[in-house]
């Protein structure tokens, strides 16, 4: 089992993280900037950010995967790339990254167009896909000694769009995930599954990939 923090574990992709986590055996962390009010059994919640990365990293001494789920949205726009370059370097060396970026920098089809470069793709949420999309390069240009893995969530990810756990996912590789019937959606709580597979079995060393049904 492994020892996991993992910093927004009280947001929507974080807390589905930290129950599959926990319920999965592994020591778990969650870091948020307050506690929250109703807390899982089994982990041990830590009041952070990532505003303050050498106090964070301080709280989470001895975890062997630090995942990263905070947007770059509201307050984070344009702070959260420069943030987590200064976790990846301050982090103890042999230290796991996880990072869960968003849909659109995932490929729309196989040696395709971005999904954020379709005419589709809604204007509005460009700033928050673009740093995400920043934080993945960063990671792909960073010390070829850190391990990390990045995951592109489906399309339709969002609290605004639970689902249900079933247990299943498919990883598309670069490419986003659709349906039959082109549809690009996953669950929290199958995303979660996903991640804690990955740091279970991991098969995605200085990668990204995407997930959905």
């Known amino acids: 089992m492994s020892r996991i923090a993992v910093i927004g574990g009280t947001g929507y992709a974080g807390s589905h993280i930290v129950n599959e986590a926990v319920n999965r055996g592994h020591t778990v962390l969650s870091v948020a900037r307050t506690a929250p009010a109703e807390r899982v059994a089994g982990v041990t919640y830590i009041e952070g950010t990532l505003l303050d990365v050498p106090g964070l990293v301080a709280e989470i001494q001895g975890a062997e995967v630090v995942i990263v789920t905070v947007p770059a949205r509201g307050a984070m726009l344009g702070l959260l790339r420069p943030a987590v370059a200064e976790l990846v370097a301050t982090l103890q060396p042999g230290t796991r990254i996880g990072v869960i970026g ?100 991991p098969k995605h060393s200085r990668e990204r990939f995407t997930v959905g049904y």
Request: avoid cysteine; charge should be negative; proline fraction near 7%.
């Open 102 to 201: 968003g849909a659109g920098g995932s490929l729309a089809t196989p040696g395709g167009p971005r999904v954020i470069d379709l005419p589709s793709f809604t204007e509005e949420y460009k700033p928050e896909a673009l740093e995400a999309i920043g934080i993945l390069e960063d990671l792909q240009a960073g010390d070829p000694s850190v391990d990390w893995f990045y995951v592109h969530p489906a399309g339709g990810f969002g609290a605004w769009n639970p689902g249900e756990r079933t247990g299943t996912y498919r990883d598309g590789g670069d490419v986003v995930v659709t349906d039959e019937a082109g549809e690009s959606f996953i669950s929290g709580a199958d995303l979660a599954v996903a991640v804690i597979d990955e740091v279970e079995s």
